[in-house]
């Protein structure tokens, strides 16, 4: 079973920044995609941002210049950094993962807070 472990989230003040890590216990480039999505309290689940095998990027619209997802291979790790945050960013954070055979698997969520 693969396992998604994301880190980073917390309390931001608007305006500011972070960076959310998803740790997959199996190497990333078994996946066809990883990305980020995000649901806030009474909202459906967003894409935010994701990666495909060949490192090609997708944005959501409402976080497109904001954000930037990356990878770090040797650590089995995605990256989501998030700039010029705003209450409207105030979510739980999920990693997801898109396997070659079609399976899906889902961290656990982190929650990410924008406010004074």
């Known amino acids: 079973q693969v396992q998604l472990v994301e880190s980073g989230g917390g309390l931001v003040q608007p305006g500011g920044s972070l960076r959310l890590s998803c740790a997959a216990s199996?190497?990333?480039?078994?996946?066809?995609?990883m990305g980020w999505y995000r649901q806030a309290p009474g909202k459906e689940r967003e894409l935010v941002a994701r990666i495909a095998g060949d490192g090609s990027t997708n944005y959501g619209d409402s976080v497109r210049g904001r954000s930037a997802i990356s990878r770090d291979s040797a650590k089995n790790t995605v990256y989501l950094q998030m700039s010029s945050l705003k209450p409207d960013d105030t979510a739980v954070y999920y990693c997801?993962?898109?396997?070659?055979?079609?399976?899906?698997?889902w961290g656990q969520g982190t929650q990410v807070t924008v406010s004074p």
């Open positions: 199996r190497s990333i480039f078994r996946f066809n995609y």
């Open positions: 997801k993962a898109f396997g070659v055979y079609g399976d899906v698997y």
